[in-house]
């Protein structure tokens, strides 16, 4: 059995990672996000993690403990809507930047929220709006990531289309350390989009 470190976020961005949370098991990160917004309105930025996800969503997904990446951040709600129907394709590509930069794998996007490693899935963005009861929308944008998932690991009917990044790099991959590049790569990314660099 693979022994893993526990994931932990040093990165503190303007926008991303303002506060970070971690949590053993969570049946969905998103779905934490949304409950921390419906008290907290100044929450916004906040990053939660978990090792286990019992609630995982996505077509070829699994979630098992303690190898992957299931990370939820909470996105400002002053972005207007066309900046909001940016925001799976800007995450992909904070992703795939940060995927290639920690581990130098090629790896792509299978628009709009996929994230592709020898066009097999690796990774995939889940983007979510709520309408809080304290009249402003809630948005938490989801990043799973098969990081540390061995071959043997994956169910037999999705074998044949996903992979990790241990699979295709041949070595693990510091969990931490491929989280802090992420959150710097989206926190640049969405400094850009909301300063009106939609482009």
Known sequence: MQKQQNIKA???GNIIGKEYIHLPTAGSTNYVVFEIGKTRRHAEGVVVTSDRQTAGRGRHWVSPPSVNLYCSVRIPSAFHREQKQVLPLLAAVSVVRAIRLSTNLCAAIKWPNDILLKNKKTG???LETRTS???HDLIALGI?????MKLDSFPGNIKHCATSLLIEGKKEIDRSALLDDILAALDSDVHVLSSGGRA
């Open 144 to 148: 799973g990531l098969n990081v540390n």
């Open 133 to 135: 009861g304290i009249s």
């Open 124 to 126: 995939g963005i889940l």
């Open 10 to 12: 040093s990165f503190r």
